[in-house]
């Protein structure tokens, strides 16, 4: 390719771990990978919608919506990302795919809008968003897509106590994606992302989550689910050497709003189990 730019790109709109919204820093999780000038957006955390603009990505554009699964940080602006594609211009058809559940949260959402809808759809003479959907529910690991561009497939990862929890891989033809989604250390991840060029994965600082736990009263509990339901860095590091990918990509970062963590602090643990690129994300960072 050369001094091309490259036809596949990945920019990280939001890195931050966790539905908190935060006064500053990182933003709730949300990437994009645009294959030929075409916005594959996975993941809908608080604020993706401004993140899309500031990217540069009109809202207009907005094709195709991949959910990885249905925490809130990662499906929390589901509905109002397609609610501000409608009244910002005139988007093409969106095909959003996910796990079940997803069809009811659209249905619900456009319940929850419909006076402002209905009114809108009347007194300003707009087009009926319900229609601007089509949502594709699935509950099995497997190809979720294909066109022209790119081949997008699905794998259970480990998130418990969430059974559907899946990574996303998009095999376009300059460029193979990998996004882990949320989960523990999970070697059929490392096998799904086999001979990737990019895997973008979770990953969790101990030391940062202790210092938090300190504070909460739930700690105990809290403590349990992190640990069962994220990977630590040395973990992802093990994922991205199983795998064979080029470049690691840290990113959904827990905790994500410490910002005493160094990136040093971030990579030092995967760098110890992976000898490729490791990059720790920045929100709007372009890989
Ligand atoms: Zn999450
Ligand atoms: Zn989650």
Redesign the pocket.
């Known amino acids: 390719m050369g001094q091309e730019k490259k036809s596949t790109r990945v920019i990280l709109l939001g890195t931050k771990g966790g539905p908190r919204v935060g006064e500053a820093g990182r933003s709730n999780p949300s990437t994009l990978v645009v294959i030929n000038d075409v916005p594959y957006l996975i993941d809908c955390g608080y604020g993706v919608s401004k993140r899309l603009i500031t990217a540069n990505v009109a809202l207009d554009r907005l094709r195709y919506l991949f959910i990885t699964?249905h925490?809130s940080?990662?499906n929390l602006e589901f509905g109002p990302l397609i609610y501000n594609t409608w009244i910002t211009g005139l988007p093409a058809h969106i095909d959003a795919y996910g796990p079940t559940g997803l069809a009811k949260m659209a249905a619900d959402f456009f319940n929850y809008l419909k006076f402002d809808i209905d009114t809108r759809i009347v007194d300003e003479g707009r087009t009926d968003p319900r229609k601007l959907v089509t949502v594709h529910e699935f509950n099995n690991a497997g190809v979720v897509m294909v066109n022209d561009d790119v081949k997008v497939s699905a794998c259970l990862v480990r998130?418990p106590p969430i059974k559907q929890a899946f990574a996303y891989r998009f095999d376009a033809k300059d460029r193979s994606v990998v996004i882990s989604g949320?989960t523990a250390y999970a070697p059929e991840l490392a096998e799904f992302a086999k001979g990737a060029d990019v895997l973008v994965h979770e990953v969790m600082y101990l030391p940062g989550i202790e210092a938090l736990l300190q504070r909460l009263p739930n700690a105990k509990r809290l403590r349990e689910h992190l640990m069962a339901a994220h990977t630590l860095p040395e973990d992802v590091g093990k994922i991205a050497t199983q795998a064979g990918v080029k470049t690691l990509v840290l990113s959904h970062f827990v905790p994500g709003d410490d910002a005493s963590i160094t990136d040093q602090q971030w990579a030092e643990g995967a760098r110890k189990t992976f000898k490729g690129q490791v990059i720790v994300g920045k929100d709007l960072m372009e890989i």
């Open positions: 699964h925490h940080d990662h998130h949320d």
